[in-house]
């Protein structure tokens, strides 16, 4: 359709928008977490348990709080996109994991399932032109 040819002009703004959005929502979902303290990091770091990993979970939460929040504000800005991706996607494989121990269900994990699927494909997308690293 011609009114939507010249679209794909505009394929790093497009970038941008969905880095801003994404990055925005995942700084404000993640410091109420870092600001948390040790108890909630606690919570948080209980979930790496169906990974099998049982060890010091107050550090795995508050790395799923800098994880969040401080990737998010470096998914905005496109500094070590990539790297904060896979991060991100690693998160969100284990709130997956929590969700469905929890017998929440795939509606209920929905969300979670959705970023994994998000932040997978940016992986490999990068951030574009309009980013800190231009990469």
């Known amino acids: 359709m011609a009114l939507f040819s010249q679209l794909g002009n505009y394929k ?3 970038l941008l928008v969905m880095r801003a959005g994404l990055g925005i929502m995942m700084f404000m979902h993640g ?3 870092l600001t ?3 108890p909630k990091w606690e919570a948080l770091g209980h979930d790496m348990s169906y990974l ?3 060890f010091m979970p107050a550090f795995w939460g508050f790395m799923c709080a800098v994880t969040e929040c401080i990737g998010g504000l470096f ?3 496109g500094l070590w996109f990539r790297f904060v991706c896979i991060l991100m996607f690693i998160n969100f494989v284990v709130a997956v994991l929590s969700h469905m121990a929890a017998g929440d269900g795939i509606m209920g994990a929905s969300h979670a399932i959705e970023l994994v699927f998000v932040f997978f494909g940016l992986t490999f997308v990068g951030a574009g032109t ?3 690293d231009k990469s």
């Open 52 to 54: 099998h990993i049982h």
């Open 75 to 77: 998914c905005v800005l």
């Open 130 to 132: 309009l980013s800190i």
């Open 31 to 33: 410091l109420p977490k």
């Open 12 to 14: 790093n703004f497009g």
């Open 36 to 38: 948390g303290g040790i």
